[in-house]
């Protein structure tokens, strides 16, 4: 399974970004995590493909929005109103397994990963 993420940038704080996600193959749980320079890598959000359900870290509940487009095999990540402490290296993460809830914001639970793109929120 190959990822290709797409959509980063610099904004200023307040404003969007959205990130996008091309997968080769679907898989059922997709989703995003970031790092920060000198910080671990951290959940942001996640989907199953089947039946669409989310989640998300509490840090971005009610600013970011997750979502997938079955017909082009791609995973998005809508990010308003963005702030400074957004700004990190945004990956893209997928495994073919139901991954359980409770280990969704476990990186190790993600075999395929994309390669990052920086996102850069100015003050």
């Known amino acids: 399974v190959q990822l290709q993420a797409s959509g980063g940038g610099l904004v200023q704080a307040g404003g969007s970004l959205r990130l996008s996600c091309a997968v080769s193959?679907?898989?059922?749980?997709m989703g995003w995590f970031r790092q920060a320079p000198g910080k671990e890598r951290e959940f942001v959000a996640v989907?199953?493909?089947?039946?669409?359900?989310?989640y998300y870290a509490d840090s971005v509940k009610g600013r970011f929005t997750i979502s997938r487009d079955n017909a082009k095999n791609t995973v998005d990540l809508q990010m308003n109103s963005l702030k400074p402490e957004d700004t990190a290296v945004y990956y893209c993460?997928?495994?073919?397994?139901?991954?359980?809830?409770?280990?969704?914001?476990?990186?190790?639970?993600?075999?395929?990963w994309g390669q990052g793109t920086q996102v850069t929120v100015s003050s």
């Open positions: 989907i199953r493909w089947s039946g669409g359900n989310t």
């Open positions: 193959r679907r898989t059922f749980t």
């Open positions: 993460a997928a495994d073919h397994n139901r991954v359980i809830v409770t280990m969704i914001t476990d990186f190790n639970s993600y075999a395929y």
